[in-house]
């Protein structure tokens, strides 16, 4: 295992190293197979590692010194236990998946090596994440990711709006970033440890929900928050649709964000000692999902309805971590990934059916034509909506009970998350009808080709994982990490699945009526509520608002500073006394009389200092010597 | 533990000195004609300078603490007045040196022979690269204020003469701050040196003397302005130079028109070096040789220094000449590096003592960059350049890693040091910390912004822009193979200053 822990990150980093330096030179075929290949490799490696963890095995190697300076110790070492590998699993095991798509999806993009290199970069990046076993390394995963993310985002270059999405994930990433680096110097100003087992060990010696503990666990809420895309730091992912629709799949199903569900999931030990910093999380979570739901009942681009989705089901892992239950939170993780990645690849292959438009309202009736695609696909709704026995009824209705069986606040973070799951099936559904249609068209006049083999193998495998997922015993295998889940009782499990059924089936009664039956109805309701639908679809205004409150008034900040105070007040000052002093200055010449002058200069301080020196050990100094 | 044993009995640190001022003299003697000669006469010298670093740093014993030297060299000079050549290598300057004698090669590779007089230029430039190093090297006050006006002669020279736009007002400005900062420094080695005469009787100007007994007491000012203490006031004598030099807002004006100015080999030098001796200096003086003033004025010194970072990224953020853009951005990093010193503990001082490797690395990269974009393009505003991306992808490239590094990202070096610096930081004074992590959210916008807008969207401009030649890729490599080996492995570092670090007065209080 102390070999296998490496060789999952070399994997990826022979694939990014191997690419990135000489992937214009390859042929495009080998270019394809040695990036997917490389990621393929890593879940090979990861299965092993599986193998030794359900054995009982864990692993805390270090491997290098990376800083080491009085208590200040930080190692290079990985960090092996159930959670870690279940997340290195989804990573490699969805990332491999979704890596053989893009070898079809971007087979005719002339940045085919460079799109390779930066996936692999990615993957790397997020195993680096998960597997480090201190805070230092996270943060370099952490950042890593950030950076693959910008690399993707920004993928086609040429585009204004691609660039700008990169730069705005970049910056709010890095607002993240900082808030971890805080929560590190916090952790290491009161516990003298960086690494994990350190810091597990020590966590108990803080005062169990003060001030800094609490403290430490909200600043690494603000980095999780920032990588999740959560309240208020959310609004760089629906930009992110600007990359490449597989980058999309990967930061939504495999990385990116559930990086901040895993941190919250790994620092289990701090959260559960600061109570008030984990209902911070479950708020932010439950808040976020229903906030984001909401928006996606408004949207009509088929990625961005996507990137809600993800925005809220993130938020059900947030809410399920910040109440406690992490194995469900971790749960929900898998199987969405499942469901995720399928559903943003089958929509990649909807887009490419229809020359890169997105738009749901241009699209309809597609089951003759791309039923592969529609077929997965509504797999992929039914999983993520909650329809009995997909793999997305097991986690979601894991999650949502485990708050309604909480009490004070968490309960109510229950009945929205219940509220949630309807929003869910509505804009599913709605997003479903619309653009994949429920009728047969019999004559199909727009010769829609389905996609590549290569595009739509890795699509229904990854739909038989969304329905079969659920039956994996993640809990079971989380629990040497977060302990036995209580049992829940069959009366109870099955209450509350007849409730979220009946929620889902009235979100998608209101989609069929309002999308499928009656369209009318659906522009008559949108006019009387119209206000309110504006502010829903223009995201409650909230990149507005950022733009007026930080942007705008940091460039006149700047704006002010170098256009007054630097030439004006500050060289003003300074060439003011200048003038003042040699009013010849500006006349100067370097040739001619200046170079003497200048000379004059340095010479009138050498012999000021020879007149001190003598003045010194003359005892002639303005100040009485030694005290 | 070190990497290798040099032998003895040979003066390794004068031969650094000596070496650049024989190019210097065989260059001399060449013909002004012969321009590629010079050139190469000045890359061989340079690189037998860099050789020979690179063996001393292999050399150098770690965990020899309790301010101890290597390879120490010591001559009587004016016995009369305690003045001697004493010359010796610890953690504070050992990598230093080696960033001198790194950035000094580089930017004698990328001078371009058709620089007019360009004998003079490499001339200048040899004998720049012996000051320097004589400054990092020295361990007695007055040679060390000797090699520091010797730095000051060629540096205006370089600027004045072969400078571009406001040339000669910009090394007027930088001379006159300049000779204000030396002199108050002057005056202050002259009263270290006396009050040590006072207390001990014998005349000295060294540094291993004078670091024994600091000067304690005050002084009552004239004209009922109260009491100041003498260490105090020593302290503001040395540090006036040094802030100026890094510098420290606001005493900063001269730097964007200097660096403006300078051609692009002086500025690798000037920005990359120059700047990171200011620094060099307040941890080998004031917090060695004045630890209770360092405590005293500690807190102010880090305040501005906090306030350069926001104010250089601000100011960053809204350039349109991308050389200005580097300048400011460099102020904003310096900052950082003063932030480190004036936390004044064991991590925000060997942070900044990193961040001054990264910061030379980086810049030099960054500098370097911006002229292989004027070479190319004919301009350096924001404005005249797009998506040049398109036409030179290997370009695109490493300026991507170089801006990576700039804006600190984890893995990259310049996080390093900025990780120690806040956390020292941290442990002084915490609002000043987070005022930090906001430079370097900052940095993050200005530095994408730079990239951006020059190589990214479409059309590419201006037309005829071309891809790096080898010779680019070639000075630009060694830098970024440390930016990458000092992100990922640093702990060579610690490994060879901790002892040193630990040692300085300043964290035995």
Known sequence: MDALGPLVLLAPLVGFLLLALFGRLLPRPLVGWIGAGAVGLAFVFALAILSQVLGGQTLDQTYFTWWQSGDFFVPFNLYLDPLSTLMILVITGIGFMILVYSIGYMGSDPGFARFFAYMDLFVLSMLLLVMSGNLVWLIIGWAGVGLSSYLLIGFWYERTSAVLAARKAFVMNTIGDVGMVFAAFMIFLNLHVLDYRGLFSRVHLLPKGGTVITVICLLLLVGAVAKSAQLPLHTWLPDAMEGPTPVSALIHAATMVTAGVYLVARMHLLYDWAPAAATTVAVVGGVTAFFAATIGTSQVDIKRILAYSTMSQIGYMFLAVGIGAYAAGMFHFMTHAFFKALLFMAAGNVIHAFHDDQDIRHMGNLRAGLPITFWTFLIGTLSISGFPLFAGFFSKDEIIRAALSAAGSEFWLGILALITAGLTAFYMFRLFLTAFGWEWLAHDERHLHEALPVQTIPVIILAAGAVVAGYIPVAKFLSPVFGHAAEVGAAAFWGLAALSVLVGLIGFFFAYLLYARRPELAVAWRTRIAPLHALVEHKYYIDELYDRVFVRPGFALARFLNDVIETRVIDGAVNGLADFVMVEAREFRLIQTGRVRNYGLVMLGGALGVVLIVAAFLGYLPFRLGG | ?509
């Open chain 2, 1 to 509: 533990m070190s990497w290798f044993t040099l032998p003895g009995g040979v003066p390794w640190l004068t031969l650094t000195l000596v070496i650049p001022l024989a190019g210097a003299l065989l260059v001399a003697l060449a013909p002004a004609v012969a321009k590629n000669v010079i050139k190469q006469l000045g890359i061989v010298s340079a690189l037998i300078t860099l050789l020979l670093v690179l063996a001393i740093i292999g050399g150098y014993q770690h965990g020899m603490g309790n301010l101890h030297f290597q390879f120490e060299e010591s001559l009587k000079w004016i016995p009369s007045a305690g003045i001697s050549y004493h010359l010796g290598v610890d953690g504070l300057s050992l990598f230093l040196l080696g960033l001198n004698a790194l950035l000094f090669l580089l930017a004698i590779v990328v001078a371009d022979p058709v620089t007019p007089r360009f004998k003079e230029f490499i001339l200048l430039f040899l004998i720049l690269e012996a000051a320097t190093a004589g400054i990092l090297l020295s361990l007695d006050l007055i040679l060390f204020y000797v090699f520091w006006e010797a730095m000051l002669v060629p540096l205006y020279f370089l600027i004045g003469v072969w400078g571009e736009g406001r040339r000669v007002y910009a090394a007027f400005k930088f001379l006159i701050y300049t000779v204000i900062g030396s002199f108050a420094m002057l005056v202050a080695i002259l009263a270290v040196a006396a009050i040590n005469f006072s207390q001990t009787g014998k005349p000295s100007f060294d540094w291993t003397q004078l670091i024994l007994h600091p000067a304690s007491g005050s002084w009552q000012m004239p004209l009922g302005l109260g009491t100041i203490g003498i260490q105090q006031l020593l302290f503001i004598g040395f540090a006036l130079a040094f802030l100026i030099k890094m510098p420290i807002f606001p005493l900063h004006t001269w730097l964007p028109v200097a660096y403006t100015s300078a051609p692009i080999p002086v500025v690798i030098v000037f920005a990359g070096l120059v700047s990171k001796l200011g620094a060099y200096g307040l941890v080998r003086f004031n917090l060695a040789l004045f630890p209770d003033a360092a405590h005293s004025f500690g807190p102010f010194l880090a305040l501005l220094a906090t306030i350069g970072i926001l104010y250089g990224a601000f100011m960053a953020l809204v350039q349109t000449d991308l050389k200005r853009l580097v300048a400011y951005a460099s102020m904003s990093h310096l900052g950082f590096i003063g932030l480190g010193i004036f936390a004044a503990n064991l991590l925000g001082i060997e942070g900044a003592l990193v961040q001054m490797i990264n910061h030379g690395v980086i810049i030099a990269a960054l500098f370097l960059i911006v002229g292989m974009i004027e070479r190319r393009a004919g301009t350096r505003l924001r404005a005249e350049l797009l998506g040049l991306a398109a036409v030179a992808p290997v370009f695109a490239a490493l300026f991507l890693i170089v801006s990576l590094a700039a804006l600190g990202l984890p893995g990259l070096n310049g996080f390093v040091g900025e990780f120690l610096i806040m956390l020292g930081a941290w442990t002084a004074f915490v609002p000043l910390a987070v005022a930090a992590g906001i430079g370097v959210i900052l940095a993050a916008w200005y530095v994408l912004r730079f990239y951006q807008g020059s190589f990214q969207e479409t059309p590419p401009k201006p037309a005829g822009f071309t891809e790096l030649r080898w010779v680019d890729t070639g000075v630009l490599i060694p830098l970024l193979a440390l930016m990458v080996v000092i992100g990922i492995s640093p702990n060579f570092f610690p490994a060879a200053v901790d002892a040193t670090v630990k040692a300085l007065p300043v964290l035995l209080r």
